[in-house]
Structures are given as structure tokens and as C-alpha cells.
């Protein structure tokens, strides 16, 4: 990396980036014990949003302190990477009250094993497979106020990140949502309009650079992933090709605009009771032979993703992908 670059504010040096991280940092225990505080009805709104503020204001200038030439909030504003558009709709039915959620879901937390979660259990959309009771409308949108802030405080170019339609589509429970949405089809394209108004704005603000977490490819290589899909009556390569086609329509027209695509197996850790260390779990299994040369070869076309298409597919069939070793959520 040139020290120009890395040094460098100016957004037009994104086509260059070659260092990067997921988006997702730790959160700092002061901030994690916020977050229990609020969501246990201890804490107000406005002290909540300052403690946030001043937590991403410290994880910036650590990540400006170290050269990076992209930085991103953490996420320190979500429980989960996923809230980018489950918190930002309507129409999904979910209970009223999520906040204890985190504290209560149920995990496999035994050590070096699977991650696995209840995914028919009441909770948010998206940690959960949930139906729609309507059709889904944006009510906010999350990566936008994050993106305002975090612009005021940074220095060089903020990077934001949103979940992509194929998890959303996963974790919809469309086989109860047919009075709402007669299939998949008819429910991702609604995902695609939305999500495209959300970029639209984020571009309109000034952000140059959009990640799409789109860490549901690895269900196609997973054969617990592509089982659970046969028995609701899904066709797991349709699946993926809907996918495909939705990332694309998610980009189409955005000229002068950097997007990188975040794909892995997942990075769940857990306590392991035997010693008290923090020891690591995994949220699904298998090689990207199987994806690697549709995903590359059609996907996110003018995207970071390029850059691995460049260097060859193999890459990807090689590699552990990018995988996102700092986030902090659980699957």
C-alpha cells in the first residue's frame, strides 16, 4: 500500500483499496454493558445514543491511527449486523418487545462445534425466520444515520454495510407469508426496491463505498444449509441464481460508487467451560468450489468482487474466502 494512499482522504483513492476489514468490530465491554443496561429498560435513549457516539468516535480514530484508508462505526449502533434492513421495515411479524432477545435465544454454545440457533423461534426478523403480515415498507434507514454521523467524525472515506436480499430471503418465512407475497420471487423484488432506495440515499449523502453482506452463499456449499431448503419445498439452485440476479439489480446505475461483497462461513465463538477461554465455533461447512465460478462470474459485476474475479476464479475456490474475522454477531 502506497503511503499516499493510505494517508490520502480523497474518495476518488477507493478504486485502489486494497486493505480492508468487514465493517463489524468488536464492542468494547463498556459498550456491550450499555447495551444490556438499555435493552433491559435501565438506561434512557439519549444517554444510550451518547454512549454510541462516543464509542464510535474512539473506534474511528483507532482505525485512522493504524493508516486505514477505509473505516466503518463497528456497527456499534446494532445487536446484529442483520438490524441494516430488519429494523429499517415494516410487514415482517415479529413480537412487539425484542430487546431481551440477545440475552435469552436459543445457541449451541458447546465449544468447537456448530453453531447452531433456533431460527423458528420468536424474534427479530431476519436472526429469525419470520412471516410478513404485509408487505414490507422502509420506515428508516439504518445505514444512512450511521453513515451522517460517522462522515462527521472521520476523516477518510466511511464505508457502510447492508444485509443483501439472498439472507433476508432465507430467513423469510415465506411458506406462511402466501397471503402477502405469493413466493420468493414476488418477496425479494420488494427487498431489491427497497434496499435500492436506501443506497440511492446513501449516495445522495456523499457515500462512496457500500458493502453487501451477503454471508448466506455459504448455504449453497452446506449441506445442513441445502437440506433445511429441499424440506420447505425450496430449489436450492434457483435459490441462488434469484440471488445473483438481486445483488446485480442492487448496483445497476450507481456510477462512481465502490461495492464489496462480505461472504463467509461465519466466525461464532463461545466459552469453553473446561478452561474459562474464548475458544471458536462455526456457522456453516464446505468448500466454494461449488459457488465459485456462477458467484464471480455474475455477481456484483462492478463490485470489489471484481477484484477476486481479476486474479482469477481460483482465487476463491482457494482461498477461505472473505471471511469476516473481526465481526462480533453470531450467525
Same mark, same amino acid.
Given at each position: 500500500m502506497e503511503a499516499s494512499l493510505i494517508n490520502s482522504p480523497s474518495k476518488n483513492d477507493l478504486k485502489r483499496?486494497?486493505?480492508?476489514?468487514?465493517? $463489524?468490530?468488536? !464492542?468494547?465491554?463498556?459498550?456491550? =454493558?450499555? *447495551?444490556?443496561?438499555?435493552?433491559?429498560?435501565?438506561?434512557? &435513549?439519549? /444517554?444510550?445514543? !451518547? +454512549?454510541?457516539?462516543?464509542? @464510535?468516535?474512539?473506534?474511528?480514530?483507532?482505525? /485512522? +491511527?493504524?493508516g486505514l484508508p477505509v473505516v466503518t462505526d463497528g456497527e456499534f449502533r446494532r445487536h446484529s449486523f442483520q438490524e441494516? *434492513?430488519?429494523? +429499517?421495515? $415494516?410487514?415482517?411479524?415479529?413480537p412487539g418487545d425484542r430487546s431481551m432477545y440477545y440475552e435469552q435465544r436459543q445457541l449451541n454454545l458447546n465449544p468447537f462445534e456448530r453453531a447452531e440457533q433456533? *431460527?423458528?423461534?420468536?424474534?427479530?426478523? @431476519?436472526?429469525?425466520? !419470520?412471516? +410478513?403480515?404485509? !408487505?414490507?415498507?422502509?420506515?428508516?434507514?439504518?445505514?444512512?444515520?450511521?453513515?451522517? *454521523? =460517522?462522515? &462527521?467524525? =472521520?476523516k477518510t472515506p466511511v464505508k457502510v454495510t447492508l444485509i443483501g436480499p439472498d439472507r433476508v430471503a432465507q430467513r423469510f418465512k415465506w411458506e406462511t407469508s402466501q397471503a402477502v407475497y405469493k413466493d420468493l420471487d414476488d418477496f425479494v423484488a420488494d427487498v431489491v426496491t427497497i434496499e435500492r432506495q436506501m443506497i440511492k440515499a446513501l449516495v445522495d449523502a456523499g457515500c462512496r463505498y457500500i458493502q453487501i453482506d451477503a454471508p448466506g452463499y455459504t448455504a449453497y456449499v452446506d449441506q445442513v444449509?441445502?437440506?433445511?431448503?429441499?424440506?420447505?419445498?425450496?430449489?436450492?439452485?434457483?435459490?441462488?441464481?434469484?440471488? @445473483?440476479?438481486?445483488?446485480? =439489480?442492487? @448496483?445497476?446505475g450507481f456510477a462512481d460508487v465502490i461495492f464489496g461483497i462480505h461472504i463467509c462461513r461465519g466466525n461464532a465463538r463461545t466459552i469453553d467451560p473446561k478452561t474459562g477461554k474464548l475458544v471458536p465455533q462455526w456457522h456453516r461447512e464446505g468448500h466454494y468450489d461449488a459457488i465459485a465460478e456462477r458467484l464471480f462470474a455474475w455477481c456484483l459485476r462492478r463490485s470489489r468482487g471484481d477484484l477476486q474475479r481479476r486474479r482469477g476464479r481460483r482465487y476463491l475456490r482457494d482461498s477461505v474466502g472473505a471471511k469476516g474475522l473481526s465481526r462480533s454477531d453470531r450467525s
Open positions: 483499496v486494497r486493505i480492508d476489514h468487514i465493517g $463489524s468490530l468488536v !464492542r468494547p465491554a463498556k459498550l456491550q =454493558a450499555t *447495551f444490556a443496561r438499555y435493552d433491559r429498560g435501565q438506561l434512557g &435513549t439519549e /444517554e444510550f445514543r !451518547r +454512549a454510541q457516539d462516543e464509542a @464510535i468516535r474512539e473506534v474511528i480514530a483507532g482505525q /485512522e +491511527a493504524h441494516s *434492513f430488519s429494523e +429499517a421495515v $415494516s410487514g415482517f411479524d415479529t433456533n *431460527f423458528d423461534e420468536t424474534g427479530p426478523a @431476519i436472526i429469525t425466520r !419470520r412471516p +410478513a403480515i404485509g !408487505r414490507l415498507k422502509l420506515l428508516r434507514n439504518i445505514p444512512l444515520e450511521e453513515f451522517r *454521523f =460517522a462522515q &462527521t467524525v =472521520a444449509s441445502l437440506n433445511r431448503m429441499r424440506s420447505r419445498g425450496e430449489d436450492p439452485e434457483r435459490n441462488l441464481q434469484r440471488s @445473483i440476479e438481486a445483488d446485480n =439489480a442492487l @448496483i445497476e
